[in-house]
């Protein structure tokens, strides 16, 4: 999806453009990634303005800070941080993240129904995702698709491992639901 | 443990997140058209803010130094202004009362006093009735030492000659014109919760200031005026008396020269210290002009050579009370520019009542060179530069207020007592600023010229170093 105008193919000289401050590069480099980040952030939102309000504003921090860029990491990567850590800050106060739940109301989910994802598509997923409270969906990002750890993810949040596991569960559980939901109705339709 | 297990096995990685995370992995979304815009106003918002705060530093320099300067200017004008002068028929009774061949110095004072010049000899003079002839020629060589003493004793400000001293940003930088100020556009905001970047007030105000990031120009060409002090810095010479003596003895007939009751071959060398007295020419600060063409080439990311020609005129007024007839009979004021004439052309000198107000022109091509550094390079540039600048002489000009005597032009040659060529430093602080969506910028120069060496010739009774404080402008066009 970039733009014909770009002519700056190699990324150090986007890079380099950019620490320059340079205009064109940094509308590149956004052409570049912006597809890609937008698709990250709209996990973490609940609509696309909100999901594009948080790339405007990782954007923004990419710009001032490719400076500090070390090329040891690939340049996705430290977009797609710089996305995630600003889509977190963006929900942080919205987060209510309940202590525990009670493992009781879980205990009858089963492993086997795990191939249940292969007959959805990602837009679905992700609406799926983005109607989760913004705990759940939070930490379902980070440890489901992020792939940090529970430790990890409760540093990052303030938050008790266990809180982490429990809101995970809970998402996890949640968006079960809404699948074998969807499912139900997409059988009532055929039927 | 059945719920402990069921637990561990939701909150672990599986099959269901491996599959999700490769669902999303190379997920794409398009964002809405207007969202680079948003981003691009930030950014020049970020920007502008920046430039604000540079602006606002940068103008309290500019005002310091404009401030600085003009009360250099005032300060150096206020000390240069000429003091008051007691050249009243007294004082030259005095000269005459020394002169043993002036037996007639009691002359009423009275009767002086209602005379306007005093002059001693010559029924064909040129003076009108403004000019009252006195009874005995004042050869130049007759000047008494001790007429000195007496005058500073009487009229101390008279001697001050020798100690005269002067002294928004376009947001959109690089988008191309469809997309400029899009988001200045209502209709191209769809969505409310963005009106918020719209509302920063500094971003109307710097759209003004700054549309490139950085001058890129290699090269520029411009015209420039400026216009300011000028102190011609006039001082003795050591050696001029002798020079003027040992001349005047050896090389001329000094009897068929002067005419009158005194010989110049009589004179002794102490009474024709023409330099201890006080009847020079006694110059004010004036004023000094230059316009011309310029050029600059960038050597360096912030450093650039200029050079140029530009026609400079100084000027400056003065007065005098002695007047000189020469050998071709014309009758001219007594100055700086022809006082070495004297020694050798000059019938006498003659002395006036009322001061002879000069007004002396010096003209010169002048070439600068000089090496600026840019401190700034936005819109608005501020450099520091200095240089050597050459100044050829073309002429010096003294012209009268009075119609009984002659204007002096003095050129370039031999008989002139400026140099073909005399150098001055140049320190100065360039601020310009660039015109919004043309090669074109405006700039304002304040400079302080000195002068590296004499502009009088090393052999000349007086030594002048001028200095000038300038104020220039000047349109400059960019060759990108």
């Given at each position: ?6 002519a700056?193919?190699?990324?150090n ?5 950019c620490?320059?401050?340079e205009?064109?590069a940094?509308?590149?480099?956004y052409e ?6 937008l698709a990250v952030s ?10 594009e309000?948080?790339i405007?504003e ?9 400076e500090s860029f070390?090329?040891?990491?690939k340049l ?5 941080r710089?996305?995630?850590?600003t889509?977190?800050?963006y929900?942080?106060s919205k987060l209510y ?6 493992v009781?109301e879980?205990h ?10 292969g007959?959805?598509q990602m ?9 989760l409270?913004?705990g759940?969906?939070v930490i379902?990002?980070?440890f ?11 540093k990052?949040?303030?938050?008790n491992?266990?809180?982490?596991k429990s ?6 559980m ?6 074998e939901?969807?499912?139900?109705e ?6 | ?5 069921a637990?561990k096995?939701l909150s672990?990685?599986?099959?269901f997140?491996d ?10 979304a398009?964002p809405s058209?207007?969202?680079?815009t948003?981003i691009?106003a930030d950014l020049?918002?970020d920007k ?6 540079k602006i606002?530093?940068?103008q309290?320099?500019a ?5 600085i300067?003009v ?6 004008l206020?000390?240069?202004?000429p003091?008051?002068?007691d050249n ?6 005095t000269?005459n009362?020394?002169?043993?061949d002036a037996?007639?110095?009691k002359?009423d ?14 029924n ?18 007759s ?10 004793n ?10 005269q001293s002067y002294e ?7 988008l191309e014109?469809?997309e400029?100020?899009?988001?200045h556009?209502?209709e191209?905001i769809?969505?409310?919760?963005y009106?918020?970047?719209y509302?920063r007030?500094?971003?109307k105000?710097?759209e ?6 950085k ?7 411009g015209?420039?005026?400026s ?5 011609p810095?006039?001082s003795e010479?050591?050696s001029?008396?002798?020079i003027?003596?040992d001349v ?5 007939d000094?009897t ?12 002794n060398a102490?009474s ?11 110059m004010?600060p004036g004023?000094?002009y230059t316009?011309?063409i310029?050029?600059?080439f960038r050597?360096?990311k912030?450093?650039t050579?200029?050079t140029?020609?530009s ?12 007047y000189?007839?020469t050998?071709?009979e014309?009758?001219?004021p007594l100055?700086?520019a022809?006082y070495?004439d004297?020694?050798?052309n ?12 000069l007004n002396n022109?010096?003209?010169?091509v002048?070439?600068?060179v000089?090496?600026a ?5 936005s ?5 520091l530069?200095?240089?050597v600048s ?7 000009s003294v012209?009268?207020?009075?119609t009984d ?11 002139s ?8 430093g140049v320190l100065s602080t360039q601020?310009?600023?660039q015109?919004?969506g043309a090669n074109y910028?405006i700039?304002i120069?304040p400079s302080?010229?000195?002068?590296l060496n004499n ?12 200095k000038s404080f300038m104020l220039?402008v000047?349109l400059?066009y960019?060759f990108?």
């Amino acid at each position: 999806m970039l733009s014909s105008g770009i002519a700056m193919h190699n990324e150090n000289e986007l890079i380099n453009g950019c620490i320059k401050g340079e205009r064109k590069a940094q509308r590149q480099l956004y052409e570049l990634y912006s597809h890609k980040m937008l698709a990250v952030s709209l996990r973490y939102a609940k609509s696309q303005p909100e999901a594009e309000d948080i790339i405007q504003e990782a954007f923004i921090k990419v710009f001032k800070n490719i400076e500090s860029f070390r090329k040891e990491a690939k340049l996705y990567t430290w977009i797609k941080r710089i996305v995630v850590n600003t889509a977190l800050n963006y929900q942080r106060s919205k987060l209510y993240l309940y202590p525990m739940v009670d493992v009781t109301e879980m205990h009858d989910m089963k492993e086997e129904r795990e191939d249940i994802l292969g007959r959805f598509q990602m837009e679905e997923m992700l609406a799926m995702i983005q109607e989760l409270p913004t705990g759940c969906q939070v930490i379902f990002n980070l440890f489901a698709i992020e792939g940090y750890q529970h430790d990890e993810i409760a540093k990052e949040l303030n938050i008790n491992v266990g809180t982490s596991k429990s809101q995970y569960a809970r998402a996890k559980m949640l968006l079960r639901n809404r699948i074998e939901n969807a499912e139900k109705e997409r059988y009532e339709k055929f039927k | 443990m059945l719920k402990k297990s069921a637990m561990k096995n939701l909150s672990e990685r599986g099959m269901f997140e491996d599959r999700l995370k490769k669902m999303f992995e190379e997920a794409k979304a398009t964002p809405s058209n207007d969202l680079w815009t948003r981003i691009d106003a930030d950014l020049a918002n970020d920007k502008a803010n920046k430039y604000e705060r540079k602006i606002f530093v940068y103008q309290w320099v500019a005002a310091a130094a404009v401030f600085i300067a003009v009360s250099f200017a005032a300060i150096s004008l206020f000390y240069q202004q000429p003091k008051p002068q007691d050249n009243t028929v007294a004082t030259k009774e005095t000269v005459n009362t020394n002169n043993n061949d002036a037996p007639s110095n009691k002359i009423d004072q009275k009767q002086q006093n209602n005379k306007a010049m005093v002059n001693t000899e010559g029924n064909n003079s040129k003076i009108d009735n403004k000019i009252i002839k006195s009874q005995y020629d004042i050869p130049i060589a007759s000047l008494p030492a001790n007429k000195t003493e007496q005058e500073n004793n009487e009229s101390p400000a008279a001697t001050g000659f020798g100690n005269q001293s002067y002294e928004q940003i376009a947001l959109a930088n690089n988008l191309e014109k469809k997309e400029k100020f899009a988001l200045h556009k209502p209709e191209s905001i769809k969505l409310p919760m963005y009106v918020h970047i719209y509302k920063r007030p500094t971003v109307k105000d710097l759209e003004l200031i700054v549309k490139k990031e950085k001058h890129e120009d290699k090269f520029w060409a411009g015209v420039n005026f400026s216009s300011g002090s000028f102190d011609p810095g006039f001082s003795e010479s050591g050696s001029s008396f002798a020079i003027a003596n040992d001349v005047a003895t050896t090389n001329r007939d000094a009897t068929s020269v002067i005419s009158g009751s005194t010989s110049f071959k009589n004179i002794n060398a102490e009474s024709y210290n023409l330099n201890t007295t006080n009847d020079e020419e006694r110059m004010s600060p004036g004023i000094s002009y230059t316009a011309g063409i310029n050029t600059g080439f960038r050597i360096g990311k912030r450093f650039t050579i200029e050079t140029g020609l530009s026609y400079m005129e100084n000027t400056n007024p003065s007065q005098t009370s002695r007047y000189i007839e020469t050998r071709e009979e014309s009758t001219v004021p007594l100055t700086m520019a022809n006082y070495g004439d004297q020694a050798y052309n000059l019938s006498r000198v003659n002395y006036s009542q009322e001061e002879i107000r000069l007004n002396n022109s010096y003209e010169f091509v002048s070439v600068p060179v000089k090496a600026a550094y840019w401190l700034l390079q936005s819109d608005l540039s501020l450099a520091l530069s200095a240089g050597v600048s050459t100044n050829i002489f073309i002429q010096n000009s003294v012209t009268n207020q009075t119609t009984d005597l002659e204007n002096i032009r003095v050129k370039p040659g031999d008989q002139s007592p400026y140099r073909n060529v005399y150098f001055n430093g140049v320190l100065s602080t360039q601020l310009t600023y660039q015109l919004p969506g043309a090669n074109y910028s405006i700039m304002i120069e304040p400079s302080y010229l000195l002068a590296l060496n004499n502009m009088t010739k090393e052999d000349y009774y007086f030594n002048s170093r001028p200095k000038s404080f300038m104020l220039g402008v000047g349109l400059r066009y960019h060759f990108n």
